[in-house]
């Protein structure tokens, strides 16, 4: 058998060991480096020991076995962390983008049985066993129905659904037992918020409506493309789609400056608009959910479960940062920073040059002359030393609210998209335009 097949643990005992085995295996690369550290005369802090690639190996690992609500926070991880985790780690937390594994077919075979019947295969006029593509939730198999029409069906791993609270709080777990957070840190409104979304993204009933929502608002436009569901085929953990031939967004890499520019304009644009026209957006900025046809120019949108409206607030405060931005008003800035709830009115007080030289480096870096160059990564280091002792002031350590953290989780891995792809945008001329666009109804 493929070392891509491995079955995925449903029970809850079967996953609280899988856990144990991770921090034991954690807490023996703690000791063994801790050792080596120490064998040199080096006095390592914990959070030095718990961040080196051998225990971010450790820990891809086994999520990527776990797969679930553990898989999908290591995730959002390796896409939250961007310039500010150390290169090595972001390197190998991305492994979790695309190293799930497959069910074997006993397994897949049961599920499938469990949804259609033991008789489902009469269902389609061919399915092909070995998978397409294989995620946090589910696996992606292509078919033909009867009458032609092909589709691609997301079966959801067993027992997922079921193990989303108890992974999530195994996590944190391991969170809080590391050191890694201030002990009076309260992160439970993100623990929450976490399984609520983890919920919504295993319910496929909701993502299919979801899917039609989005068909419906980008209907008859050139730059994307939006499978539309198959009702009779999709329940709560069968989702049958369109299949639309594409190729994997990472291949856009290889295409001239013009189209790499065109289609990440089209994505950047797409972000403006859920957030200012249409208030609704697609949370998830994982690539695997964006496909691209070389031969048509045209994206093709995937994966809806992160899909959610975006309050008028949280719409309201990221307006009014952005308009301080295009108008360069820093004291402006400084409030909507609070307003938006990227940082405290504490943090603000107590370390109010590190964040006015932060917004000086991004003004200066923002209105440079011409199009803005996604690969000029050269403010990235004046940042990371303004912020080195905000990081470290753990007493004044701010949680967002959730809809910032999912907002800037769809913008900041879209941006980080356009980095790979050495986009160069109009930056400020496309925020300008969706500003002062009025809300679609």
């Known amino acids: 058998m493929s070392d891509r097949y491995r079955k995925v643990p449903s029970g809850r005992l079967a996953r609280l060991a899988s856990f144990g085995q991770l921090a034991g295996g954690v807490a023996g690369g703690v000791l063994t480096e801790g050792a080596r550290r120490l064998a040199r005369g080096e006095r390592p802090q914990m959070s030095e020991l718990l961040l080196t690639p051998g225990n971010a190996l450790r820990v891809t690992e086994q999520l990527s076995k776990l797969r679930g609500a553990a898989m999908k926070m290591g995730q959002m991880m390796s896409l939250d962390g961007g310039d500010l985790l150390p290169a ?38 061919q399915f092909d066993p070995v998978p397409i593509a294989a995620a946090s939730i589910g696996q992606v198999h292509r078919a033909k129905l009867p009458d032609g029409r092909l589709v691609a069906v997301k079966v959801q791993y067993p027992g997922i ?83 639309i031939a594409a190729r994997p967004i990472e291949e856009l890499a290889s295409a001239t400056q013009e189209v790499r520019d065109q289609t990440m304009g089209a994505l950047m644009d797409l972000v403006l608009r859920e957030l200012f026209v249409f208030g609704f957006m697609q949370t998830d900025p994982n690539f695997a959910n964006y496909r691209w046809q070389p031969e048509t120019g045209r994206i093709v949108l995937l994966d809806f479960g992160a899909a959610r409206p975006v309050p008028p607030a949280t719409i ?68 990371r030393e303004l912020t080195k002792p905000i990081a470290k002031d753990r007493s004044n350590w701010h949680l967002p609210p959730m809809d910032t953290l999912f907002v800037q989780r769809k913008v900041s891995g879209t941006a980080l998209l356009a980095i790979k792809m050495q986009a160069r945008l109009p ?15």
Request: aromatic fraction near 8%.
């Open 88 to 125: 090595e780690l972001t390197a190998i937390l991305a492994r979790l983008r695309d190293s799930a594994h497959f069910m074997p077919p006993p397994q897949l075979q049961k599920v499938l049985s469990s949804q259609w019947g033991s008789d489902w295969r009469r269902r389609f006029a």
């Open 161 to 243: 659904a079921a193990s989303i609270d108890a992974d999530v709080d195994n996590v944190a777990t391991l969170l809080r037992v590391s050191g890694l957070l201030p002990g009076d840190f309260d992160i439970s409104p993100l623990l929450d918020e976490a399984k609520r979304q983890l919920h919504e993204e295993a319910d496929y009933v909701r993502e299919a409506e979801q899917m039609r929502r989005y068909g419906q608002m980008l209907a008859g436009e050139g730059a994307f493309l939006v499978p539309a569901p198959v009702d009779e085929l999709t329940g709560a953990q069968v989702l049958t789609m369109d299949f």
């Open 316 to 383: 309201a405060a990221y307006r009014t940062l952005m308009r301080a931005g295009l108008e360069q008003d820093r004291p402006a800035m400084r409030n909507a920073l609070v307003e938006v709830g990227f940082i405290s009115q504490g943090l603000l007080e107590s370390h109010g040059p590190a964040f006015d030289g932060i917004i000086e480096i991004i003004l200066a870096h923002g209105n440079k002359p011409g199009l803005f160059n996604f690969s000029d990564r050269s403010f990235v280091e004046g940042i």
């Open 427 to 441: 930056l400020l001329a496309m925020v300008a335009a969706r500003l002062t666009e009025a809300p679609a109804i």
